[in-house]
Each structure stands twice: as structure tokens, then as C-alpha cells.
């Protein structure tokens, strides 16, 4: 099953002049969000971040047009609040975006794991982590198999492996596509739920918690 969306993925390393914190940020625009990660400092002097911004398909084209500078001023522009001015910024790429999720995460003997069995959007992060909860799970059926010792490659473990994980990812699928959906949408009334919602979950802190667990795959 698979979702091709009207967007496209503008990929890039930068070096920028402040301090990130080792904090990751989210800034959502009018067609998807920016989202910059933080990485280690290039010789111990200069802070970068990765970034992945979701756009428009026909805007990121555009951008393929630009050259460096003009791109890395668009970028400066937006995320100087956080990270101020931008030094140097490194090979720009993109990607087209989509979503997808096989039937079953097996095959005789196959085990199907991270993108092989599933991508999606790339709004909340947490494709790399669906993959790792993958690898996590197989490695625990393994193990248990392999101590009782029968057949690792079983038809039965297969088939537990799938339905173990096969919830949590469908289920994060439809999350990412729905908050796309949402944060895509320039609708007035939209935007003010969107706040309120926002600022409903910011002063909980059991909820924030709940989000961050279900998130890193915690008591899943």
C-alpha cells in the first residue's frame, strides 16, 4: 500500500554560528515543516545541524534552480531565530516523498525490516526509530526461538514477528499522514485549533511524556 504525496524533501548539512544544544527543532511553514537535527561540531570549533524540509513539489524545483548562496539565505532567513547566522552550508539534495507499507513483513524465510518494510512521512522523525523497534523485536524472536531451540527461520516466527510490529507501524503511518494532512492545511479555523491543541498538550506534562515514550518506542 502506498501514498505518493505532493511534496518533495530539500535535504542539507550547515554550519551555523550558534550553539544548538543538542536540541532538535520543528519549525511548521504553510506547506510542511523544516525540521533541523543537531550533529557533533567539525573540529571541535563549529557547530552544524542537519535539515530536512517538506515542501511543494514545483517550490522545491525551483530551489534546484538556486545556487548555493540564494538557498542557504531562504534557509538563514527561517531558521535564525534558533540557530542564527549559517557559515557554510554543505551539498543540497532532494528526494520525492512518499509513504508505503507491505502487507505482511515477511516472506518464507524473509524477514522484511525498516524501509524494506515500510516508510513514511518525515514530519515526525520517527522512521529511523520504526526500523530500530524492528531490528529490536526480531532479534528478541531470535533469541527466544533459538533458546528453545527451534527453527529461526520458522513460519511461526515470522508470522510473530509480523504481528507484533505490524500494528505499531501501521498506526504510526496514519499519524504522520494525518499531521501532514493537518499542518498542510492553511485553513484560519485549522491554525487556531492547531494552537489550542498545541498549547493544551505543552502545559500537560503527563501527555507530553506519553508522546515522548510512544515516540523513542518505550513500553511498547
Not at 82 to 107: G, M, V
Not at 122 to 140: E, F, S
Not at 158 to 178: C, E, P, W
Not at 201 to 219: D, P, T
Request: glycine residues 4%; aromatic residues 12%.
Amino acid at each position: 500500500y502506498k501514498i505518493n504525496y505532493d511534496q518533495s524533501a530539500l535535504i542539507t548539512n550547515f554550519v551555523h554560528s550558534k550553539n544548538h544544544y543538542n536540541t532538535a527543532y520543528e519549525i511548521f511553514l504553510p506547506n510542511g515543516p523544516l525540521a533541523t537535527l543537531p550533529m557533533t561540531k567539525i573540529d571541535n570549533k563549529y557547530y552544524q545541524s542537519s535539515m530536512i524540509w517538506s515542501e511543494k513539489k514545483h517550490i522545491v524545483n525551483k530551489f534546484k534552480q538556486y545556487d548555493a548562496d540564494k538557498v542557504k539565505n531562504i534557509i538563514e532567513k527561517i531558521t535564525n531565530p534558533y540557530l542564527e547566522k549559517i557559515i557554510k552550508i554543505q551539498n543540497i539534495k532532494t528526494f520525492p516523498l512518499s509513504a508505503h507499507i507491505c502487507r505482511k513483513f515477511y516472506d518464507k524465510r524473509i524477514a522484511l525490516v525498516g524501509d524494506a518494510a515500510h516508510s513514511i512521512h518525515p514530519i515526525a522523525g520517527q522512521g529511523w526509530n520504526l526500523g530500530m523497534r524492528d531490528i529490536k523485536y526480531l532479534i528478541k524472536c531470535i533469541e527466544e526461538y533459538s533458546y528453545l531451540g527451534i527453527d529461526i527461520g520458522s513460519q511461526s516466527l515470522l508470522q510473530k514477528y509480523n504481528d507484533n510490529r505490524f500494528a505499531d507501524v501501521s498506526s504510526m503511518l496514519l499519524i504522520t499522514h494525518g499531521l501532514n494532512k493537518v499542518f498542510s492545511n492553511n485553513s484560519i479555523i485549522l491554525d487556531k485549533i492547531r494552537s489550542v491543541g498545541f498549547q493544551y498538550i505543552n502545559n500537560n506534562r503527563r501527555i507530553v511524556s506519553k508522546l515522548v515514550n510512544y515516540a523513542m518506542g518505550i513500553n511498547l
